[in-house]
């Protein structure tokens, strides 16, 4: 029977919408992007932005099935290992992250800013964006991926596992959908809120993150010992 649980799913969509969120070398990608957006209404009228952040958003979806099929595929191999050790070390490793987040260290900061890559349509070029910005955002905010881990250890249901990859995509491509259905100007206040907030959208995640390890660890994790 596949193990599928509405509350794995909306955590695994919040790490993602986290992710590029709280990755602070993440936030030089979403100036480069409006560019993308603007450049493309102006020469082509007929181009929808809405159409290039669907295309965005496949990228960053794409980027994880790849991620996710890899890392659920070691999981089925070490099926012992994950259930017995691996799954309350990882929560310990996200409730340290998650003090830290809180503390106002952002790990982040270590990564320097990269630049996104171009191709001969704007469809492609979104696409790559999409995937560029997905594996990027992924080491400049670990945190998020270390709770999706942890999630998965809690099952080792490959297709339940699968799915939380995907809708932790879905996440992370979501604020990339959000700023191609708005204004450019409105598309502009939204990077500048996210500049400027960021140290509490991180302090925010981070008391999430940390009731999350908490809950695994006492409720889940010890109470099979006890």
Request: with cysteine; charged share 5%.
């Amino acid at each position: 029977m596949m193990d599928f649980s509405l509350d794995t799913w909306i955590l695994s969509f919040l790490a993602g919408l986290y992710t590029p969120l709280g990755a602070m070398c993440v936030l030089p990608l979403y100036p480069g992007y409006l560019a993308f957006l603007a450049g493309q209404t102006a020469q082509r009228k007929r181009v929808s932005t809405l159409m290039l952040g669907a295309a965005v958003t496949s990228g960053v979806i794409g980027a994880m099935l790849l991620f996710g099929a890899v890392f659920v595929s070691f999981l089925q191999v070490s099926t012992g290992l994950v259930i017995g050790y691996l799954g309350p070390v990882v929560y310990i490793i996200l409730a340290v992250m998650s003090i830290g987040m809180i503390l106002g260290v952002d790990i982040g900061r270590v990564f320097p800013s990269v630049h996104s890559p171009q191709a001969k349509t704007p469809w492609i070029t979104a696409a790559l964006f999409g995937a560029f910005f997905g594996l990027v955002a992924l080491p400049c905010n670990p945190t998020s991926i270390i709770l999706l881990f942890a999630l998965s250890t809690t099952t080792i249901d490959f297709l339940a596992n699968f799915v939380n990859f995907v809708i932790f995509g879905i996440g992370m491509a979501t604020p990339l959908l959000v700023l191609s259905a708005l204004s450019i100007d409105a598309n502009k206040q939204a990077v500048s809120f996210l500049t400027r907030y960021h140290g509490i959208i991180n302090r925010g995640a981070g008391v999430l993150m940390l009731f999350v390890a908490l809950y695994y660890l006492i409720f889940v994790f010890l109470a099979e010992y006890l």
